[in-house]
């Protein structure tokens, strides 16, 4: 950390203006690859473009993580990552806690496994700079409809479904990453009384979204990567991030295989869908025990005299 003589707020404030600039860089390269992709029609022209743009995004987050060595000295606990590949097909199922989990997954997966996409709200386009980078780059925008809304207009039943589908028939032309929250929001103390969790440490997990992203893509996936992200020292805001007040990041990466019990359609076979169900809950509660312990080793290692190990 070269910036650790600034007051954190400071440290925050210069790191968040060079994230800002570095976006800016990267996002007008993209644009302008994007552009000449959607005025030649031709699938090899679109293809090769395709290549390009991601090369661009995975040099935007390499960016990203040096200005993050820049303010930050984080300890940082990885374990799983040494069997991966580019040229296969993933999906990323993470707990989720904090705007800085993207960051994370970011910094450990980069240019180990394909380039990650996420489903994101409509709305999410009009974000300055980094939506028309997200349309650019194929990422799904999907418009969610409460069962309110649906009770009233029934004919858009299924609509961000047929979303989901047509973006995954893109994504089996060339390999890819898919990531999922699967709890589909931030964890809070809140929201684990208001849902009355089962799991001491997580959400309860939404299995709709996944089913569906198997089901569209089960025969192309290789793996699914299980990610349990953990901040130790309680830390897990984005600022803390910023500010180099984030100490310590344990990451483990557990490869699962996707196999035909974990493929069916989940909105029309009862049966699968509580086979699905079960199958989601067993796997967010070993994950659930999986992070009592290394939050333990975590502050054993934290006592006076123990060394940590120099950040990945």
Not at 87 to 97: A, F, K, P
Not at 197 to 221: D, I, N
Request: proline letters at 5%; one cysteine or more; a positive charge.
């Amino acid at each position: 950390m070269i910036f650790r003589f600034l007051p954190a707020p400071l440290r925050g404030v210069m790191s968040f203006a060079l994230y800002m600039l570095n976006t800016f860089f990267w996002a007008s390269l993209l644009l302008v690859v994007a552009l000449l992709k959607f005025l030649v029609p031709l699938a090899p022209w679109r293809t090769a473009c395709t290549r390009v743009l991601t090369v661009i995004a995975e040099c935007w987050i390499s960016c990203n993580n040096a200005n993050s060595r820049l303010v930050n000295n984080i300890h940082w606990d990885v374990d799983g990552t040494e069997n991966l590949k580019r040229d296969g097909w993933y999906l990323v199922m993470s707990n989720h806690q904090s705007w800085a989990d993207i960051l994370v997954l970011q910094k450990i997966f980069n240019r180990r496994i394909p380039f990650m996409k996420f489903f994101l709200k409509k709305e999410l386009i009009w974000v300055p700079v980094l939506g028309l980078a997200w349309w650019a780059l194929d990422f799904p925008f999907m418009k969610r409809y409460s069962e309110a809304f649906l009770k009233k207009h029934p004919h858009l039943k299924g609509r961000d479904l047929e979303t989901t589908r047509r973006a995954c028939e893109k994504f089996k032309t060339m390999p890819v990453t898919i990531m999922n929250f699967v709890e589909g929001t931030r964890f809070t103390p809140e929201k684990h009384r208001r849902q009355s969790s089962p799991y001491g440490h997580l959400l309860r997990p939404k299995a709709g979204g996944t089913a569906y992203v198997l089901q569209a893509m089960g025969e192309r996936l290789h793996h699914i990567l299980d990610v349990t992200i953990v901040y130790p020292d309680g830390s897990r805001s984005f600022w803390h991030f910023l500010t180099g007040r984030m100490k310590r990041i344990m990451v483990r990466v557990q490869i699962r295989p996707v196999d035909t019990r974990i493929i069916g359609d989940y909105f029309n076979d009862a049966e699968y869908r509580e086979r699905f169900q079960a199958w989601l809950n067993e796997l967010w509660a070993g994950k659930d025990l999986q992070i009592e312990p290394l939050l333990r080793r975590a502050h054993v290692a934290a006592r006076p005299g123990m060394l940590l190990s120099p950040q990945i």
